[in-house]
């Protein structure tokens, strides 16, 4: 998208980022940074700030202080449309589709190809979403088609036509906030699936997730937040799932990150 | 299923003739439905009074008629669709009246007195809109609210009174809204039939129609997805009142008079047609289509029980039975898919 985008340069870097609600302090100068092609995920306690942190690469809080640079550009993100446009989307689990609408009204929703009336290209969306479900879904059955309502879906389907629709819209980075909450764990394994499909693709994914083996199946990095701070940021070659679910209890219980 | 970037994408299975009018179906399930119940309802007119449904003149007299509440229950479709409802429409509709006929009477202009009805139409749309939207009061509640203000704004402004508007008729404006085509078709039902088929493009093809969908369907998925939720349900409603405007030009330049009372009467019917037209109350679905059908049943509805020898009184009992048989074919027509 941008021009001085190299391998190097990473999408997402964040630099002593503060965020406060009135007098709750609860971004403390995170450092972190995302690079292209690599699953991150965010680990740590319920009310260590991960929510808070991605609302604010995605546009939803403006910082206190501190910077974002994206593609190596400081950007001050007015909305989510404005992150959006630069290449980052977020995909929340019960709020990414609209559950009565087809598919194809679902996949191009607030991006209709319209003629300069604003009439809609039914046709040719149509014909994209086919594609879409197609290729990087992989729905081949007669069962599922673009005109199929979004309420027929299975939980993981859901969760893989919000992940495509981002893909497709040439996303760079996607956010997945707990996106296997709910989810049986076949539908739970497809979801992951979609997490690696995307790193394949070249993109990059910031991972929430509760369930520490679901991170540590999918994630090329770690970074652990405690109140506020980045606690330590760890390569997945560094660490075993044993030593990752170990020092997260210990963090939970004494405060204290202590690296095996 | 999963992920893969391949790159030849095989292309939809061709669908056979015989399932392609299936899915049609039940794509148009509500459509279909509606158009079934419309065809049947003729039927018995048809047979119940042979003599009255045969003649052209009855039809003359729905489609003068007809535009009033038509034109109206479009816009009204889009609010449903919301997930809102709109009871102060024939209020706005007074309102409009009286604007229109009193700058008639004050400046003899009859496209002025157009131009200002439509506005103040459109005003007070947008001020159920503002309310609905922007502060965040719940539509039935603010359009109650607005009801009764703008009923009792007419009433103070008229003193109760009516105005005659004889002078409408030397106007070509006259010919152009409420005149007769040759064989007697009224030009309301003309202007009727072409803002139907606008809508129905706007409700299904335009990406403002998509838009009222999205909204009414979940507002958090819509506001994620981009789409200006607040703006989409201003316009609804701005669009409503400036419907309700038309009408009231219509009405009046039909029968060259106002009275204080213009719209009343207006609201079960015009909200009757969007409900037989198969849009729900909890929006996110409908069809424009199907209120268009729900207007032509409705509109029919009150002279055809008269014609057939049935007593006037028994209209009422007629629309109450013909929404409660749509609404339930609906409800088991969209449980099991
Ligand atoms: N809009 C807000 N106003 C005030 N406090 C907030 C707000 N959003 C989050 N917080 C507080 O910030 C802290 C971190 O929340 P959050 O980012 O959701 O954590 P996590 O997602 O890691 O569980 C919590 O203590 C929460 O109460
Ligand atoms: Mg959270």
Redesign the pocket.
């Known amino acids: 998208m941008n021009q001085n985008t190299s391998q190097q340069t990473p999408i997402v870097e964040l630099r002593d980022i503060h965020k406060s609600?009135?007098r709750?302090h609860?971004l403390r100068g995170v450092d972190m940074e995302v690079g292209r092609g690599e699953i991150v995920a965010l680990v740590?306690?319920?009310?260590?700030?991960?929510?808070?942190?991605i609302?604010v690469i995605t546009g939803v809080?403006k910082p206190s202080g501190g910077s974002l640079l994206i593609n190596g550009e400081a950007v001050d993100l007015q909305s989510v449309q404005d992150a959006r446009r630069r290449g980052i989307e977020t995909v929340y689990q019960e709020r990414a589709l609209a559950d009565q609408q087809a598919l194809w009204r679902n996949i191009f929703a607030g991006r209709e190809l319209t003629n300069w009336l604003g009439f809609m290209n039914i046709r040719e969306q149509k014909r994209e979403a086919d594609r879409l479900l197609r290729t990087r879904m992989g729905f081949t059955s007669r069962a599922i088609t673009v005109d199929s309502e979004v309420q027929g879906l299975s939980g993981g389907e859901k969760q893989g036509i919000a992940i495509a629709r981002a893909l497709h819209f040439e996303a760079e980075l996607i956010i997945l906030d707990e996106p296997t909450m709910g989810l049986s764990l076949k539908e739970t394994d497809k979801v992951l699936d979609f997490a690696r499909g995307i790193r394949d693709a070249g993109k990059s994914v910031i991972l929430?997730d509760h369930n520490i083996l679901h991170v540590h199946a999918v994630a090329d990095r770690f970074v652990v937040?405690d109140r506020?701070r980045v606690a330590g940021s760890f390569r997945k070659e560094q660490l075993s799932r044993d030593q990752l679910i170990e020092m997260m209890v210990e963090l939970h219980h004494t405060g204290q990150l202590h690296v095996a | 299923m999963a992920v893969s970037v391949s790159q030849h994408a095989p292309a939809s299975p061709a669908p056979e003739r015989g399932e392609k009018v299936m899915r049609f179906v039940r794509q148009n399930r509500i459509e279909v439905a509606i158009t079934v119940i419309f065809a049947i309802l003729y039927a018995i007119f048809l047979i119940g009074a042979p003599e009255v449904y045969t003649q052209f003149g009855i039809y003359r007299s729905f489609m003068s008629t007809m535009p009033y509440i038509g034109v109206m229950a479009l816009a009204a479709t889009f609010v449903v669709t919301l997930g809102e409802v709109d009871l102060s429409f024939p209020s706005v509709m007074g309102v409009s009246a009286w604007v229109f006929g009193a700058s008639f009477v004050a400046t003899g202009s009859y496209p002025l007195a157009v131009v200002l009805a439509l506005a103040v139409g459109a005003a007070c749309g947008l001020l159920n809109g503002l309310l609905i939207a922007r502060v965040g009061v719940p539509s039935i509640v603010a359009t109650i609210g607005t009801m009764f203000f703008w009923r009792g704004f007419v009433n103070v402004l008229a003193e109760g009174r009516g105005m005659a508007l004889v002078d409408l008729r030397g106007s070509a404006w006259h010919s152009v809204l409420v005149g007769r085509l040759p064989g007697g078709i009224p030009m309301q039902f003309v202007w009727f039939i072409l803002l139907a088929l606008l809508f129905m493009a706007i409700y299904r093809r335009h990406v403002f129609g998509s838009h009222v969908l999205f909204v009414g369907d979940n507002e958090e998925s819509a506001h994620m997805m981009g789409i200006k939720v607040m703006r989409v349900k201003v316009i609804c409603f701005t669009l409503l009142g400036l419907m309700s405007g038309l009408a009231a030009i219509f009405l009046v330049s039909e029968v060259t008079y106002f009275w204080p009372t213009t719209g009343d009467g207006f609201l079960l019917p015009a909200l009757a047609a969007v409900f037989i037209g198969g849009t729900p109350v909890f929006g996110g679905r409908g069809s424009m289509y199907g209120t268009v059908i729900g207007v032509l049943i409705i509109g029919s509805l009150e002279a055809g029980v008269v014609a057939m020898g049935i007593e006037g009184f028994y209209t009422q009992l007629i629309y109450g039975l013909l929404i409660t048989i749509a609404v339930t074919v609906y409800a088991v027509i969209m449980r099991r898919k």
């Open positions: 609600f009135g709750v609860v740590g306690d319920n009310g260590a700030g991960k929510s808070t942190l609302k809080h929430i937040l506020g």
